[in-house]
């Protein structure tokens, strides 16, 4: 879709896949949190997936979840869910510490796995969870969702195409303002607490959907004295010298403004680029606006990822053509860098 009618420029399709009509599977979630609601939500309001089963620590909020999100079995631990011979997949969308000894289970049972992101919380973690997903040839994930929804699919054929001709900048910034004095997981160092891990992925993220991946990674920001990062600023380059900017916060709210800059135009999100849904394209020959034409919104675009992670498996694949694992550990590694590179406030 574009705005206005005598746009100069002809958007490709979205290659979204398909939330109904292809390839369904049984899914297991494991963790019981807002996002895990969520994502079940997304899946049986959208799409031909189902969760069929549901687990926590508790065998008392499993149930309360899978009463509350149409799930039909409820179990205590995650070693009880990857056992289940009605499960083909497996959602971890426990806390970031626990993303990737989660995966490990569900991989040693033979799922293939969808990994909330991060993906991991160092590199060391991410290739262990990466080797484990090639031995036991399974389709292993990240939860990136925003790169599923039709707002990245036609971007990146946008930029593929040459639209704003060499791509040279980008820059993301995601900040959202949290009182950590109140505790949560969010201050909760154990838990992986922080911007980086938990809001800064997505700038990363973004910037390296737009660059490619970075070969040098330079940072600044702070972090309190337990680990918990407060915020950051993140130069990239990739080996072409592309260069991005990724700056997150926990201290102060940003717009979330998105913008990928080429040697012949630019294109600048014009949502917070967490919930993409449409961009405005600049160059020489004018300027021109693609919204998402569908009706879904927010965290119900959590229902692309899983749509296609079936299909990804239907066709036999063992990691993601549009979010690779070689992705997923890169921007690991560009978050574990800048952990290290911050001074304590």
Known sequence: MTSPSSSPFAFPESTATPLRGGPALRWGVVGTGEIAGDFTDALHAHTDQRVVAVSSRTLDKAERFAASHGVAAAVEGQEALVALAEVDVVYVATPHTSHVPDALLAIAAGKHVLVEKPFATTTEEADRLIAAARAAGVFVMEAMWTRYVPHSTVLARLL???AI??????T???AWA????????MADPALGGGALLDIGVYAVWFAQFAIGRPVDVRATGTTRADGVDLEAAIALRTAEGRVGAAVTSLLT???GLGTISGSTGTVRMLEHLVFPASFEVSTAAGTATWRDPSVLRGRDGLAYEAAALAAFVAEGRTDSPLHSLADARSVTAV????????TVL
């Open 160 to 162: 593929a195409d040459g």
């Open 165 to 170: 001709g060499d791509v040279r900048l980008a």
């Open 172 to 174: 993301a910034d995601v």
């Open 178 to 185: 949290n009182d950590l004095s109140s505790g949560g997981r």
């Open 253 to 255: 709210t940003s717009p």
């Open 335 to 342: 978050l574990e860098t800048t952990r290290a590179s911050l």
